[in-house]
């Protein structure tokens, strides 16, 4: 299963950008969906995730900020982001788990997608 991420780039603080995380392959179900950044010199940290059931889990430095969504029927999931702080600034990779069509389990990464925010 593959992912392809997209939507990243320069915005100044304050500004919004959205990220959105496309899976192809051979795709029965997924489960989980998330969103992860690494700033440089960091560890990469999860920045939100949502569950086959609508549950949403979101970093505390990110709550009332970001937005995570997923489309099912397109097997999607974006990141809506606003009110950007500098310190956002980070590669974003979307993650996805589930199962493929020969029942075995998947757990994919994107190719990291560049979020830099200008003071």
């Known amino acids: 299963v593959q992912l392809q991420a997209s939507g990243g780039g320069l915005v100044q603080a304050g500004g919004s950008l959205r990220l959105s995380c496309a899976a192809s392959?051979?795709?029965?179900?997924?489960?989980?969906m998330a969103w992860y950044r690494q700033a440089p010199g960091k560890q990469r940290e999860l920045v939100g995730g949502?569950?086959?059931?609508?549950?949403?889990n979101y970093a505390d430095s990110v709550k009332g900020r970001f937005t995570i969504s997923r489309d099912n029927a397109k097997n999607t999931v974006d990141l809506q982001m606003n009110s950007l702080k500098p310190e956002d600034t980070a590669v974003y990779y979307c993650?996805?788990?589930?199962?493929?069509?020969?029942?075995?389990?998947?757990?994919?990464w994107g190719q990291g997608t560049l979020v830099t925010v200008s003071s």
């Open positions: 993650h996805m788990e589930g199962v493929t069509t020969t029942l075995a389990g998947f757990g994919s």
């Open positions: 392959g051979s795709i029965f179900a997924i489960n989980a």
């Open positions: 949502i569950s086959s059931g609508g549950s949403i």
